[in-house]
């Protein structure tokens, strides 16, 4: 009879296995590792959806010509002036 393993990988908050990994048999091992590539495999996924979604919005903002817009609006509120400097006492 096989040991049950109590590993859920879809539980993101279970990163604490009842078992210690030097008692675990070699079947379990490869499952453990199996899991733990499924999980970067699934971080990756993320985080390359959340890169590809921010790129879409910036690509988006800069092709209605928003920074434009703003950069425009920031010289006609504060003027063509530059900031002064202040002068240092030698």
């Keep these: 009879m096989k040991p049950k393993i109590p590993i859920n990988p879809f539980h993101e908050e279970e990163e604490k296995y009842h078992k210690d990994p030097n008692?675990?048999?070699l079947e379990e091992?490869?499952?453990l590792?199996?899991?733990?590539?499924m999980e970067l495999k699934l971080d990756?996924?993320?985080?390359?959806?959340?890169i590809n979604y921010t790129k879409i919005i910036i690509d988006t903002i800069v092709s209605l010509g928003i920074p434009e817009k703003i950069e425009k609006y920031i010289f006609q509120f504060y003027g063509n002036s530059t900031?002064?400097?202040?002068k240092t006492e030698s």
């Design 44 to 50: 990756l996924m993320r985080l390359e959806g959340k």
């Design 33 to 37: 590792l199996y899991t733990k590539r």
């Design 83 to 86: 900031p002064k400097q202040e």
């Design 23 to 25: 008692d675990m048999s």
């Design 29 to 31: 091992l490869e499952l």
